[in-house]
Structure formats: C-alpha cells, structure tokens
Nanobody
Framework: VQLQASGGGLVQAGGSLRLSCAAS????????MGWYRQAPGKQRELVAT???????NYADSVRGRFTISRDNRKQTVDLQMISLKPEDTAVYYC???????????WGQGTQVTVSS
C-alpha cells in the first residue's frame, strides 16, 4: 500500500484548506484511514480517523472545524479544514491501516502553515 498526500500550503488564520490522500496497491485490504500531524518539536498526534464503515473520530482540538471523508471505491481520504489557527501549523500525514496485513502505512506528509 502506498499513500500520496496533497493539498497543503500557506493560509491565513481563519482560512481553509483541503488535504487529500490517495492509496494505491492492495487497497482492498485497507481498514481505517486517517490524518495525523506533527508540529516542530512535538510528537505526532492524531487529527482524525475514519473507518471503512464511515465512523469518524476527531481530536478535541479540531472537532467542529475539520471534517474527514472517505471514498471507499477509490480509497481516498480527505480532510477539510476550516477556521484554521496558527496552532494547526504542522506537517500532516495520512495513514492507512490493514488488519489483514497487520500493518500501518504512512504517506509522505504535506506542510500546512497558518499565519496569524
């Protein structure tokens, strides 16, 4: 499984961005997908996840501002981000999990920078 993320960039506080991640390879073995982020000097943290059944989970810091969505046929996962804050600045990584393969897969990361 390979993951390709896109959509990061520079935006002013209060603005919006949409991240996209496309999976390729043995995509039929993917279960959960999600987005994580890592700010400079901090550990990588969960942003949002979504199951293949469509159940989503969000970090408290982004709930109500970010929306995760998924296309199971294409195995893509998007993250719509609104009302962005400077503290959202980080490298965002998409992740896919396969219970059958007992593996986690990570994309290359995309930079999101929110200026104040």
């Amino acid at each position: 499984v390979q993951l390709q993320a896109s959509g990061g960039g520079l935006v002013q506080a209060g603005g919006s961005l949409r991240l996209s991640c496309a999976a390729s390879g043995t995509i039929f073995l993917i279960d959960d997908m999600g987005w994580y982020r890592q700010a400079p000097g901090k550990q990588r943290e969960l942003v949002a996840t979504i199951t293949d059944g469509g159940s989503s989970n969000y970090a408290d810091s982004v709930r109500g501002r970010f929306t995760i969505s998924r296309d199971n046929r294409k195995q893509t996962v998007d993250l719509q981000m609104i009302s962005l804050k400077p503290e959202d600045t980080a490298v965002y990584y998409c992740k896919a999990k396969s219970s059958v393969l007992r593996s986690d897969y990570w994309g290359q990361g995309t930079q999101v920078t929110v200026s104040s």
